[in-house]
């Protein structure tokens, strides 16, 4: 697959593509981007501690996979595809919503994200790319508000406002099969 991310403006047309880390420098270029929440048949969320040698919140937590389509690759294709790379788990995806969100990782860089929030069902074993993920675990609903209570600093922004929003506007999240 390419580097390269697909810019977009504020409605998530496209406009162009760019070198994904050219993308991520300074104040970060509107691109697109998925956030995939896995959940498994009794109701706990994969959460992934970020590889060391990410660019950008290494070694923070986050929701199961985040990642960006490919120019020409649509959002679903795209999440699909990477949950194989990322977990080696095979699950469709239901699309939630999307936002528009800019947050700063200190003078390196910054993610400015059209990010399509997605949540999927799989009870298969995963097998994090360690390039990838350093770190799984599966946890409640109510362990990770209790963490995100105690200590946000250790998840990424964008994982402390989809899981705002998801639990106050998208309540039945948790179970992906059901109609909302």
């Given amino acids: 697959m390419t580097n390269n991310v697909v810019l977009v403006d504020a409605q998530d047309v ?12 300074g104040e970060g270029q509107l691109h697109r981007a998925f956030s995939v929440h896995l959940i ?26 985040c990642s960006h389509p490919a120019p020409g690759e ?7 595809r990477r949950l194989r790379e990322e977990l080696g788990v ?30 999927a069902q799989s009870d298969m074993v995963v097998l994090p790319a360690t390039e990838e993920v350093s770190e799984i675990k599966w946890q409640t609903r109510a362990e990770i508000s209790a963490q995100l209570s105690e200590s946000p600093a250790q ?18 999240f948790d179970t992906p099969t059901s109609p909302e």
């Fill in 155 to 172: 998840f990424t922004p964008w994982f402390q406002m989809e899981w705002h929003h998801l639990l106050s506007e998208h309540p039945s």
């Fill in 74 to 80: 649509t959002i679903m294709d795209a999440a699909s």
């Fill in 40 to 65: 498994d048949s009794r109701g706990r969320h994969l959460l992934q501690r970020r590889a060391a040698g990410k660019m950008l919140w290494p070694g923070f937590w986050s929701n199961a996979c």
């Fill in 90 to 119: 095979s699950a469709s995806c239901r699309f939630l919503y999307s936002f528009e969100y800019h947050a700063h990782f200190g003078s390196i860089g910054a993610e400015h994200e059209l990010c399509h929030v997605l949540v």
């Fill in 14 to 25: 496209p406009i162009g593509v760019c070198d994904k880390r050219v993308a991520h420098l």
